[in-house]
Protein backbone atom coordinates (compact mmCIF):
# COMPACT_ATOMS: atom_id res chain seq x y z
CA UNK A 1 0.00 0.00 0.00
CA UNK A 2 1.01 3.40 -0.84
CA UNK A 3 2.68 5.34 2.40
CA UNK A 4 2.58 8.47 0.86
CA UNK A 5 -0.39 9.53 -1.60
CA UNK A 6 -0.19 12.75 -3.47
CA UNK A 7 -2.85 13.07 -5.09
CA UNK A 8 -2.62 15.86 -7.38
CA UNK A 9 -0.51 15.20 -10.14
CA UNK A 10 -0.28 19.21 -11.73
CA UNK A 11 -2.11 22.42 -10.67
CA UNK A 12 -2.02 25.78 -11.95
CA UNK A 13 -2.45 28.60 -9.67
CA UNK A 14 -3.13 32.14 -10.23
CA UNK A 15 -0.10 34.27 -8.90
CA UNK A 16 -1.30 35.59 -5.50
CA UNK A 17 -3.05 33.29 -4.75
CA UNK A 18 -2.89 30.54 -2.03
CA UNK A 19 -2.05 27.13 -2.79
CA UNK A 20 -2.64 23.87 -1.28
CA UNK A 21 -0.97 20.61 -1.87
CA UNK A 22 -2.78 17.68 -0.99
CA UNK A 23 -0.36 14.67 1.27
CA UNK A 24 -2.26 11.86 2.58
CA UNK A 25 -0.25 9.05 4.69
CA UNK A 26 -0.46 5.87 5.84
CA UNK A 27 1.39 4.93 9.49
CA UNK A 28 0.36 2.88 12.36
CA UNK A 29 3.15 4.10 14.22
CA UNK A 30 2.39 6.64 17.07
CA UNK A 31 5.28 8.60 16.28
CA UNK A 32 7.06 10.03 12.85
CA UNK A 33 7.78 12.55 10.84
CA UNK A 34 6.36 14.59 7.96
CA UNK A 35 8.45 16.60 5.35
CA UNK A 36 7.57 19.00 2.70
CA UNK A 37 10.50 19.63 -0.31
CA UNK A 38 10.49 21.65 -3.37
CA UNK A 39 12.41 20.78 -6.34
CA UNK A 40 12.52 23.91 -8.78
CA UNK A 41 13.42 23.24 -12.92
CA UNK A 42 17.05 23.62 -11.44
CA UNK A 43 16.64 20.29 -9.99
CA UNK A 44 17.94 20.66 -6.77
CA UNK A 45 15.34 19.82 -3.67
CA UNK A 46 14.76 22.11 -1.25
CA UNK A 47 13.53 21.52 2.38
CA UNK A 48 10.84 23.58 2.97
CA UNK A 49 8.84 22.11 6.55
CA UNK A 50 8.27 19.98 9.10
CA UNK A 51 5.98 18.26 11.09
CA UNK A 52 6.56 15.72 14.19
CA UNK A 53 3.32 13.66 15.15
CA UNK A 54 3.32 14.65 18.65
CA UNK A 55 3.78 18.41 17.80
CA UNK A 56 0.89 20.62 19.27
CA UNK A 57 0.71 23.21 16.85
CA UNK A 58 0.63 23.03 13.08
CA UNK A 59 4.08 23.61 11.60
CA UNK A 60 4.75 27.17 9.69
CA UNK A 61 8.06 28.67 7.66
CA UNK A 62 7.19 32.24 6.56
CA UNK A 63 4.83 31.28 3.32
CA UNK A 64 4.40 27.65 4.54
CA UNK A 65 2.57 26.26 6.69
CA UNK A 66 1.40 22.83 7.42
CA UNK A 67 -2.44 21.73 7.80
CA UNK A 68 -2.31 18.86 9.73
CA UNK A 69 -5.09 16.79 10.35
CA UNK A 70 -4.08 13.60 12.41
CA UNK A 71 -6.95 11.56 12.43
CA UNK A 72 -7.40 11.70 8.76
CA UNK A 73 -4.09 11.56 7.79
CA UNK A 74 -3.32 14.22 6.21
CA UNK A 75 -0.21 16.55 5.73
CA UNK A 76 -1.52 19.52 3.36
CA UNK A 77 1.24 22.57 2.86
CA UNK A 78 0.23 25.39 2.15
CA UNK A 79 1.56 28.55 0.66
CA UNK A 80 -0.12 31.72 0.76
CA UNK A 81 0.26 34.27 -1.80
CA UNK A 82 1.95 32.89 -4.27
CA UNK A 83 4.85 33.89 -6.00
CA UNK A 84 6.06 33.00 -9.96
CA UNK A 85 9.19 31.70 -8.06
CA UNK A 86 6.94 29.26 -6.42
CA UNK A 87 6.85 27.24 -9.70
CA UNK A 88 8.21 23.69 -8.70
CA UNK A 89 7.55 20.21 -7.96
CA UNK A 90 6.67 19.80 -4.36
CA UNK A 91 7.34 16.25 -2.66
CA UNK A 92 5.77 15.13 0.70
CA UNK A 93 7.86 12.48 2.51
CA UNK A 94 7.71 10.80 5.59
CA UNK A 95 9.86 9.37 7.94
CA UNK A 96 8.37 6.24 10.57
CA UNK A 97 9.60 2.93 12.27
CA UNK A 98 8.11 1.14 9.55
CA UNK A 99 10.71 2.54 7.10
CA UNK A 100 13.60 1.76 9.88
CA UNK A 101 13.83 5.93 9.85
CA UNK A 102 14.15 6.04 6.17
CA UNK A 103 11.98 8.88 4.61
CA UNK A 104 9.47 7.42 1.94
CA UNK A 105 8.37 10.06 -0.90
CA UNK A 106 5.13 10.88 -2.51
CA UNK A 107 5.13 10.60 -6.32
CA UNK A 108 5.39 14.96 -5.96
CA UNK A 109 3.19 17.68 -7.53
CA UNK A 110 3.70 20.36 -10.23
CA UNK A 111 3.22 23.17 -9.44
CA UNK A 112 2.37 26.27 -11.97
CA UNK A 113 1.74 29.45 -10.92
CA UNK A 114 0.33 32.26 -13.46
CA UNK A 115 0.74 35.62 -13.67
CA UNK B 1 29.56 26.80 2.99
CA UNK B 2 27.50 23.62 4.38
CA UNK B 3 27.17 21.51 1.45
CA UNK B 4 26.49 18.33 -0.14
CA UNK B 5 28.41 17.62 -3.02
CA UNK B 6 28.08 15.03 -6.21
CA UNK B 7 30.43 14.10 -9.29
CA UNK B 8 29.99 14.14 -12.04
CA UNK B 9 26.75 16.21 -12.59
CA UNK B 10 26.06 14.54 -15.53
CA UNK B 11 27.17 11.31 -17.46
CA UNK B 12 26.42 9.47 -20.33
CA UNK B 13 27.96 6.11 -20.59
CA UNK B 14 27.13 2.60 -22.60
CA UNK B 15 26.09 -0.59 -20.95
CA UNK B 16 28.67 -1.96 -18.81
CA UNK B 17 31.04 0.14 -18.47
CA UNK B 18 31.52 0.53 -14.37
CA UNK B 19 31.29 4.14 -13.39
CA UNK B 20 31.82 5.76 -9.66
CA UNK B 21 29.13 8.63 -8.58
CA UNK B 22 31.09 10.53 -5.68
CA UNK B 23 29.29 12.47 -3.24
CA UNK B 24 30.82 14.24 -0.09
CA UNK B 25 29.62 16.35 2.81
CA UNK B 26 31.29 18.51 4.68
CA UNK B 27 28.36 18.74 7.74
CA UNK B 28 30.09 15.94 9.90
CA UNK B 29 26.87 14.67 9.23
CA UNK B 30 26.37 10.48 10.55
CA UNK B 31 23.90 9.82 7.85
CA UNK B 32 23.85 9.96 4.47
CA UNK B 33 21.59 8.17 1.37
CA UNK B 34 21.56 7.75 -2.20
CA UNK B 35 18.57 8.09 -4.19
CA UNK B 36 16.94 7.69 -7.85
CA UNK B 37 14.59 10.00 -9.10
CA UNK B 38 12.39 8.96 -11.88
CA UNK B 39 9.00 10.82 -13.49
CA UNK B 40 6.27 9.92 -11.79
CA UNK B 41 8.29 7.74 -9.36
CA UNK B 42 9.00 10.46 -6.70
CA UNK B 43 12.77 9.24 -5.06
CA UNK B 44 13.35 5.77 -4.30
CA UNK B 45 16.01 5.13 -1.81
CA UNK B 46 19.11 3.38 -2.90
CA UNK B 47 21.35 2.80 0.08
CA UNK B 48 21.57 4.65 2.81
CA UNK B 49 24.44 4.71 5.63
CA UNK B 50 23.77 5.50 9.42
CA UNK B 51 28.05 6.16 10.16
CA UNK B 52 31.22 4.88 8.61
CA UNK B 53 31.25 1.37 7.52
CA UNK B 54 27.16 1.33 7.84
CA UNK B 55 25.70 0.72 4.85
CA UNK B 56 22.27 -0.77 4.58
CA UNK B 57 19.85 -1.62 1.27
CA UNK B 58 16.78 0.80 0.41
CA UNK B 59 14.29 -0.15 -1.79
CA UNK B 60 16.13 -0.22 -5.00
CA UNK B 61 19.77 -1.58 -4.46
CA UNK B 62 19.70 -4.06 -7.02
CA UNK B 63 22.91 -3.23 -9.85
CA UNK B 64 24.54 -0.78 -6.89
CA UNK B 65 26.92 -0.72 -5.07
CA UNK B 66 28.18 2.02 -1.71
CA UNK B 67 30.95 1.90 0.71
CA UNK B 68 31.18 4.43 3.50
CA UNK B 69 35.55 4.00 4.45
CA UNK B 70 35.33 7.89 5.11
CA UNK B 71 32.36 9.75 7.41
CA UNK B 72 32.30 12.34 4.75
CA UNK B 73 32.37 10.33 1.41
CA UNK B 74 29.10 8.30 0.47
CA UNK B 75 30.24 6.79 -3.17
CA UNK B 76 27.30 5.17 -5.72
CA UNK B 77 29.07 2.28 -7.93
CA UNK B 78 27.54 0.95 -10.66
CA UNK B 79 29.53 -2.32 -12.04
CA UNK B 80 27.90 -2.94 -15.07
CA UNK B 81 25.53 -0.07 -15.80
CA UNK B 82 22.06 -1.09 -17.44
CA UNK B 83 19.69 1.43 -19.43
CA UNK B 84 17.15 0.97 -17.00
CA UNK B 85 19.97 2.86 -14.37
CA UNK B 86 19.22 5.88 -16.40
CA UNK B 87 17.94 7.93 -14.00
CA UNK B 88 18.30 11.25 -11.89
CA UNK B 89 20.76 10.66 -8.77
CA UNK B 90 20.68 12.29 -5.62
CA UNK B 91 22.81 12.20 -2.28
CA UNK B 92 21.89 13.42 0.52
CA UNK B 93 23.12 13.52 4.17
CA UNK B 94 21.17 14.35 7.64
CA UNK B 95 22.94 14.98 11.24
CA UNK B 96 21.08 11.99 12.21
CA UNK B 97 17.46 10.77 11.47
CA UNK B 98 15.34 11.15 14.35
CA UNK B 99 13.11 13.93 14.70
CA UNK B 100 12.81 17.22 12.30
CA UNK B 101 16.66 16.36 11.29
CA UNK B 102 16.31 17.72 7.47
CA UNK B 103 18.31 15.70 4.71
CA UNK B 104 20.53 17.88 2.89
CA UNK B 105 20.83 17.03 -1.18
CA UNK B 106 23.21 17.39 -3.09
CA UNK B 107 22.83 18.96 -6.58
CA UNK B 108 21.98 15.59 -8.54
CA UNK B 109 23.40 13.43 -11.32
CA UNK B 110 22.26 13.01 -14.51
CA UNK B 111 23.06 9.77 -15.79
CA UNK B 112 22.28 8.08 -18.93
CA UNK B 113 23.04 4.70 -20.17
CA UNK B 114 23.07 3.90 -23.24
Known amino acids: AQKITQTQPGMFVQEKEAVTLDCTYD???????LFWYKQPSSGEMIFLIYQGSYDQQNATEGRYSLNFQKARKSANLVISASQLGDSAMYFCAMRDVDSNYQLIWGAGTKLIIKP | EAQVTQNPRYLITVTGKKLTVTCSQNMNHEYMSWYRQDPGLGLRQIYY???????DKGDVPEGYKVSRKEKRNFPLILESPSPNQTSLYFC?????????????FGPGTRLTVT
Open chain 2, 49 to 55: SMNVEVT
Open chain 1, 27 to 33: TSDPSYG
Open chain 2, 92 to 104: ASSLSIAGVSEQY
